[in-house]
């Protein structure tokens, strides 16, 4: 069986990976909030990089989803062994 301060580890670990994402979310939504560069050809580049943008969004949401979860799996771990 794993310790509890493995357990504590393991979450401190998955919440430290929680915060990279959160960080990355949230430049992604800074980079959506700027707008349209004036210029064409920037408006061009901006357009197609949105794509690659909305896919990383996604898939980082859906990360930080499973590492909530798995945190929340750890801290009612840790609550038990703590009882133990």
Not at 42 to 68: C, P, Y
Request: proline share 1%.
């Amino acid at each position: 069986m794993i310790s509890e301060q493995e357990l504590i580890s393991r979450k401190e670990t998955l919440s430290k990976r929680r915060d990279e994402l959160l960080e990355r979310l949230d430049a992604i939504k800074k980079d959506y909030g700027k707008g349209l560069d004036p210029d064409w050809e920037e408006q061009a580049m901006q357009l197609e990089n949105a794509e690659v943008l909305a896919e990383i969004s996604r898939v980082t949401a859906e990360e930080l989803n499973k590492v909530q979860q798995a945190i929340e799996r750890l801290e009612q771990a840790i609550e038990i062994a703590h009882r133990a």
